[in-house]
Antibody, heavy 118, light 110 residues
Framework: QVQLVQSGAEVKKPGSSVKVSCKAS????????INWVRQAPGQGLEWMGR????????NYAQKFQGRVTIIADKSTNTAYMELSSLRSEDTAVYYC?????????????WGQGTLVTV | QSVLTQPPSASGTPGQRVTISCSGG????????VNWYQQLPGTAPKLLIY???QRPSGVPDRFSGSKSGTSASLAISGLQSGDEADYYC???????????FGGGTKLTVL
């Protein structure tokens, strides 16, 4: 059973950056995919990007290219998502979510979410 | 504007059967499997159906999924008040190289 535990809520000023962590337990962290998905108030789910720790590099949704950075620390089984140049429209709950890695069929586990208020 | 298209709302009475549709394209549903998520108010999404029609352990068989071409649907039979939630479809998109979601369907049990 995989568990994803995220860092706490953040309040940020416009133009600043936020970094959210996601610590994983269970499964093989290095080989599965860690995704970041956000949900603005009253809105749907929006995929931001993904990293497979064993492969290293992340890929990002075009909308967030240049503003988001996703990294993974294999030594602590923790993934991070940093979003820069924050604006009010970035106010949302940010989720980390695991999939099976290369060729994954589904996102199967979700963190509890981190509210970021800009 | 979501890549996958769902109706914004659906409703039914207790015991009834409801279906929620999800429409996509050749790069997502047309070439990959579909997953469904249930999001209860104030909670994280939960995987409900994966690989078009498979239920994770613990999900009642009242929930079923199907896919045909570039569309998919979720069916809920024996509707219960506890099924009131938002439901999202999702699939991998080979062109965008990422997961895409539907806009979500709010299910109301009357």
């Amino acid at each position: 059973q995989v568990q994803l535990v995220q860092s706490g809520a953040e309040v940020k000023k416009p133009g600043s950056s936020v970094k959210v962590s996601c610590k994983a337990s269970g499964g093989t962290f290095r080989s599965y995919g860690i995704n970041w998905v956000r949900q603005a108030p009253g809105q749907g789910l929006e995929w931001m990007g993904r990293i497979i720790p064993i492969l290293g590099g992340a890929n990002y949704a075009q909308k967030f290219q240049g503003r988001v950075t996703i990294i993974a620390d294999k030594s602590t089984n923790t993934a991070y998502m940093e979003l820069s140049s924050l604006r009010s429209e970035d106010t949302a709950v940010y989720y980390c979510a695991k999939d099976g890695g290369v060729g994954a069929a589904a996102i199967d586990y979700w963190g509890q979410g981190t509210l970021v208020t800009v | 504007q979501s890549v996958l298209t769902q109706p914004p709302s659906a409703s039914g009475t207790p015991g009834q059967r409801v279906t929620i549709s999800c429409s996509g394209g050749s790069s997502n549903i047309g070439s990959n499997t579909v997953n469904w998520y249930q999001q209860l108010p104030g909670t994280a999404p939960k995987l409900l159906i994966y690989t078009n029609n498979q239920r994770p352990s613990g999900v009642p068989d009242r929930f079923s999924g199907s896919k045909s071409g570039t569309s998919a649907s979720l069916a809920i039979s024996g509707l219960q008040s506890g099924d009131e939630a938002d439901y999202y479809c999702a699939a991998w998109d080979d062109s965008l190289f990422g997961w895409v979601f539907g806009g979500g369907t709010k299910l109301t049990v009357l």
